[in-house]
């Protein structure tokens, strides 16, 4: 059975870092594609980064380039994704999703496998 297990969430001050966690179970991450997502409240689900996994691609939004960093620990099938100078409108449920093809691309249609998310709320 697929699962994803995201973690590390919490509430942090503007400028602070959290490092959120992806666990995968059932399956390696080894030949996928693992993205990131997060959805603030009224908005829309968006793509802000991925790593794809045969070659170690990765990829960054605009809005969290130079802030946020992904990597992958394949000895613990996990992916992260290091937050750092946080901004309040960083504040979201955040997802991590699988591709199984190992796709480059953040389209949300293409995900087929995804965690049940994690808030980050960043505030004074």
């Given at each position: ?5 995201e973690?590390g969430?919490g509430l942090?001050?503007p400028?602070?870092s959290l490092?959120?966690?992806?666990a995968a179970?059932?399956?390696?991450l080894d ?7 997060r ?5 829309e689900r968006e ?13 960054y ?6 802030r946020?960093t992904?990597s992958?620990?394949?000895a613990?099938?996990?992916?992260y994704?290091?937050?750092k100078s946080l901004?309040p409108?960083?504040?979201a449920v ?9 796709r ?6 293409i ?13 004074s």
């Open positions: 059975q697929v699962q994803l297990v973690s969430g942090v001050q400028g602070g490092r959120l966690s992806c179970s059932g399956f390696s030949y996928h594609t693992i993205g990131w997502f959805q603030a409240p009224g908005k793509g802000i980064s991925y790593i794809r996994s045969r070659d170690g691609i990765t990829y939004a605009d809005s969290i380039k130079c946020f992904i992958r620990d394949t613990k099938n996990t992916v994704l290091q937050m901004k409108e960083d504040t955040y997802y991590c999703a699988i591709d199984v093809s190992g480059g691309s953040l389209r949300r249609d995900y087929e496998y995804w965690g049940q998310g994690t808030q980050v709320t960043v505030s």
